[in-house]
């Protein structure tokens, strides 16, 4: 019980202090947790660029663990590899226009964004 005005008041503003921190700590739980299986969103889509174009010697469906990828052999050595949208008609063997191909950058919240070729 308070013994004045002022010691009920220190003890009620307390009170709710506590209650808000007890709120704001409740209501953020999710907040700084990592979000699953949410959806990727295409954010940018651009064509290959002259110089991109020139480094390729060739570029080709292949398959790849999940799913298919494009497999582009470099004039200059070696070979990197993009996954293919899941949109594209294009098949195992199959050549990929560059000049008309698509890079595509999905994002999705919690993770890094992603790059696709659209063919």
Known sequence: MCNS????????TTNNIINFKQQT???????GLQVYAGSWNVTASRNFDA????????????SSEYGKS????????G?????????SAL?????VDL???????????????INRIDA
Do not use: W
Not at 25 to 31: D, E, L, R, V, Y
Not at 79 to 87: A, E, F, G, K, R
């Open 79 to 87: 070979q990197t590899y993009i996954p293919l949208s899941n949109q």
């Open 25 to 31: 700590i409740m209501a953020n739980i999710f907040a």
């Open 70 to 77: 494009v497999c582009f052999i470099m004039h200059s050595g």
């Open 5 to 12: 005005s002022l010691s009920c008041a220190v003890a009620k």
């Open 99 to 113: 000049n008309t191909a698509k890079i595509l950058t999905l994002h999705r919240d919690g993770s890094a964004d």
């Open 51 to 62: 110089e991109e174009i020139a480094a390729v010697k060739s570029a080709q469906v292949v």
């Open 91 to 95: 098949g195992v063997g199959d050549e």
